[in-house]
């Protein structure tokens, strides 16, 4: 079942603007976890915001929750042609097994 | 670093054949997944193991069986491959159960079936 939708599917800017990825869920969580894909390649993990966190930056990242919304925004600032990829959340629906539910993703063109 | 290593990047086999596809992680991370990514469907869980020995379902596991016989390795078999099969293959590796546990990825195994 899925767990993460991810809003835009698509998203396109120029180098230097801001880019904004939503991500809602179903069931409440313990956290919220956004990972990043260059094509055709593995997932690589960006940052994790706990369900008691509103708020959380790492770099260029910034990272908000809405518990009571049941989403989550990604911000890249000053977005450089190297962000391109797609980007996915994955929530662990509440359960401390590990299990990680993913989001189809919203895939990023930054032009150069 | 954590490195999580696939056998192959790219496979191509034929409808009926037995497929392998091996995992390997090297920092004794007690968890390990295996998930396929489709266009429009994103990722999804097909097996996962907690530790040796140790296998539990996913979201779609039929068509699919595993084997952890050493907590390094994670394999997934394709009892007999179909054309429905062909995606891109992803394994993770994650230390201990845990709710806070970022997953560490390998690069993929694009299969293709005939």
């Known amino acids: 079942s899925q767990q993460g939708e991810e809003d835009p599917q698509a998203l396109s800017i120029q180098e230097g603007e801001n880019a904004t990825m939503n991500c809602s869920y179903k069931?409440?969580?313990?956290?919220l976890q956004w990972y990043r894909q260059n094509s055709g390649r593995g997932l690589v993990h960006l940052i994790l915001?706990?369900?008691?966190?509103r708020e959380k930056h790492s770099g260029r990242l910034r990272v908000t929750l809405d518990t009571s919304k049941k989403s989550s925004s990604l911000l890249i600032t000053a977005s450089r042609a190297a962000d391109t990829a797609s980007y996915f959340c994955?929530?662990?629906?509440?359960?401390?097994?590990?299990?990680?539910?993913f989001g189809q993703g919203t895939t990023l063109q930054v032009k150069p | 670093d954590v490195k999580v290593t696939q056998s192959s990047r790219y496979l191509v086999k034929r409808t009926g054949e037995k497929v392998f596809l091996e995992c390997v992680q090297d920092?004794?991370?007690?968890?390990m997944f295996w998930y396929r990514q489709d266009p429009g469907l994103g990722l999804r869980l097909i097996y996962f193991?907690?530790?040796?020995?140790?296998?539990e379902k996913g979201d779609i596991p039929e068509g699919y069986s595993v084997s952890r016989e050493k907590k390094e390795r994670f394999s997934l078999i394709l009892e007999s491959a179909s054309t429905n099969q062909t995606s891109m293959y992803l394994c993770?590796?994650?230390?201990?159960?845990?709710?806070?546990?970022?997953?560490?990825f390998g690069p993929g195994t694009r299969l293709t079936v005939l």
């Open positions: 993770a590796s994650t230390l201990g159960q845990g709710a806070r546990n970022e997953q560490f």
């Open positions: 915001i706990r369900s008691n966190e």
């Open positions: 193991s907690y530790d040796v020995k140790m296998k």
């Open positions: 069931t409440s969580i313990n956290n």
């Open positions: 920092m004794d991370h007690e968890n």
């Open positions: 994955a929530t662990d629906a509440g359960s401390n097994t590990g299990k990680l539910i």
